[in-house]
């Protein structure tokens, strides 16, 4: 085949530094979140769903072939991290966790996923961000250690 053709979709989770709420602010994080779709666009990697909630992010996008997922999170965590410290007053100290999780989503489950993102701030008024992360893990039959999930 002459092309590289692909179609990767990956939802992708992470917290802010001990889950500190620091995107509490709902108009900040309607203002970063459009920044950080732009960032995605500029590596080749649309979004095609994410969302900002108080302590922490999920984006569902789509994988460009010449981008590792590794290189997706740094972009996406470096990008709004310098966002953060320039547009926010009292958000000098802002960070993300050192880690993320990622998931595969099928071209037939993305549609679903988006709906999940979306809904980020109704289901959070029931579910921690903790309580949501093992799920996920556990639903995706990832193996984990609490002692290295969280920092």
């Given amino acids: 085949m002459p092309q590289s053709l692909s179609n990767v979709l990956v939802h992708v989770i992470y917290s802010t530094k001990n889950r500190e709420p620091y995107l509490r602010d709902v108009a900040l994080r309607r203002e970063l979140e459009p920044y950080l779709v732009g960032s995605l666009e500029a590596?080749?990697?649309p979004s095609i769903s994410l969302r900002a909630v108080a302590d922490h992010m999920?984006?569902?996008c789509?994988?460009?072939r010449t981008v590792s997922l590794a290189k997706l999170?740094?972009?996406m965590k470096t990008e709004s991290s310098k966002w953060m410290k320039r547009h926010s007053r009292g958000t000098r100290a802002f960070q993300w966790q050192q880690g993320y999780?990622?998931?595969s989503v099928s071209t037939s489950n993305a549609a679903r996923v988006k709906r999940y993102i979306e809904t980020q701030d109704e289901h959070h008024r029931a579910k921690t961000f903790q309580d949501e992360l093992r799920a996920f893990l556990r639903r995706h039959q990832v193996?984990?250690?609490e002692r290295y999930v969280w920092d």
């Fill in 73 to 75: 999170v740094e972009t």
């Fill in 101 to 103: 999780a990622a998931f």
């Fill in 43 to 45: 590596i080749g990697c």
């Fill in 143 to 145: 193996e984990f250690d």
């Fill in 62 to 64: 789509r994988l460009s």
């Fill in 58 to 60: 999920h984006a569902l």
